[in-house]
């Protein structure tokens, strides 16, 4: 099943690499924004610029959001122009921001208080930045399954937040794969200027794993004579991703130079 994720991943970007281009450009442009305007208070005053960052990180995540439900039709194998992802851009403003100020709240917390606590030199403040280090990895590890579950399940938020507990916890190994994937194409997009994959880059990964991560639970509604969780980890997912497989077809390697020769 990873195989075929990570091909049909790299296919669907590929397939996409102008409209992710234009969208991460304008995430980078809000992101240049709200740099200057941060610098511009942070030396003067700490809190303000904490403040800013939690407000630009809740503003900048609405554009991120409105991708979603682009990134949902491509893991579908269908499409959406990016006259459709400005439309939803409205749409998206509310759960956006709601969840960028809750991943600035996290990030300034560790940013702020990890640091703090160790510099405190004793062992209760040791004990405390390595309790808040592992609260902050695995804040990382869940609310990744948030924007997932909302492009494709279209739940609410409590919901969606729920969902992410749920999917991590019955799915940790590949939750950590998932992670580790993401950190891979972050790493690459620094290389290129943040262009590609970046941002959507790693929301089509994010919905991509999430749509076949829930062929397991469509077969296990087929399957309830199937109680404990070692029965329940035999999923065949060769069968189960068989279809968008067939759809996806061989790519040959010059298919993604010369499609029309394809």
């Known amino acids: 099943m990873i195989g075929f994720y990570l091909k049909k991943n790299f296919c669907d ?23 200057f305007a941060i610098s511009a208070v942070g030396a003067a005053n700490t809190g303000v610029a904490m403040l800013l960052t939690i ?47 809750l991943t600035g709240v996290i990030l300034t917390s560790g940013i702020v208080g990890i640091p703090g606590y160790i510099s ?17 990895i695995f804040a990382v590890l869940i609310l990744q399954w948030f924007l997932p579950v909302r492009s494709l399940m279209h739940n609410n938020f409590g919901k969606c937040l729920k969902k992410s507990f749920i ?24 290389f290129l200027f943040f262009l590609l994959p970046s941002v959507t880059g790693v929301v089509l990964a ?10 397991k ?4 509604e087929k399957h309830p004579e199937l109680k404990t969780r070692k029965e329940q980890k035999d999923v065949p997912w060769e069968e189960l991703v068989q279809n968008d497989r067939d759809i996806l077809g061989p790519r040959k390697f010059k298919s993604f130079i010369f499609p029309w020769k394809d």
């Open 13 to 35: 970007g590929w397939d996409n690499m102008f409209q992710l281009l234009i969208v991460n450009l304008v995430v980078l442009l809000c992101g240049i924004a709200a740099f």
């Open 55 to 101: 407000l630009f990180s809740g503003i900048g995540m609405i554009f991120v959001f409105a991708y979603g439900e682009s990134a949902a039709a491509i893991a579908n194998f269908e499409s959406l122009s990016l006259k459709d992802y400005f439309r939803a851009i409205p749409g998206s403003a509310r759960d956006g921001f709601f969840f960028g100020v």
């Open 120 to 136: 405190m030199k004793n062992p209760a403040g040791l004990l405390f930045g390595i309790i808040l280090f592992w609260l902050e």
């Open 167 to 190: 999917l991590f916890f019955d799915n940790t190994g590949f939750s950590v794969f998932l992670a580790l994937y993401t950190f891979v194409l972050l790493l690459l997009s620094v």
């Open 206 to 215: 994010d919905v991509n794993a999430l749509k076949l991560r829930m062929y």
């Open 217 to 220: 639970y469509d077969w296990l």
